[in-house]
């Protein structure tokens, strides 16, 4: 039920330009680095799904998931761009790198 009710990020994308303040360079790195580390992340997780038990693999990669967007929700709700442009960029970023992986 979960996978249906979320909201896919490309509809997303002008909401975080112009109620967050992301720039669209921001964007278009947020996009390469989680397409960048899911590509990895799925040969990762693919093998760990063999070598391991496949139902605790998907549900780290689920609470990872999680995880991820609640450190998103966390940038946005203390607006780490008002104290640095440069620490806002680098977390989002960071939390985007996890996110690839943990999908």
């Known amino acids: ?3 249906f009710s979320r909201k896919c990020y490309s509809t997303i994308k002008n909401n975080l ?3 967050a303040g992301y720039s669209p360079l921001l964007i278009s790195c947020m996009d390469s680095m989680f397409m960048g580390t899911y590509a990895i992340g ?3 997780s693919g093998k760990l799904g063999d070598t391991f038990n496949p139902t605790t693999i998907l549900s780290i990669g689920l609470f990872g998931s999680g995880s991820c967007l609640f450190f998103m929700t966390v ?3 203390f607006d780490f761009h008002t104290y640095s442009v440069l620490l806002g960029n680098i ?3 960071a939390v985007y790198f996890c996110f690839g992986f943990f999908q």
Do not use: G, S
Request: proline fraction near 0%; charged fraction near 20%; charge should be negative.
């Open 1 to 3: 039920m979960a996978h």
């Open 17 to 19: 330009e112009d109620e």
């Open 42 to 44: 799925n040969i990762v």
């Open 75 to 77: 940038a946005i709700w």
């Open 91 to 93: 977390f989002i970023l």
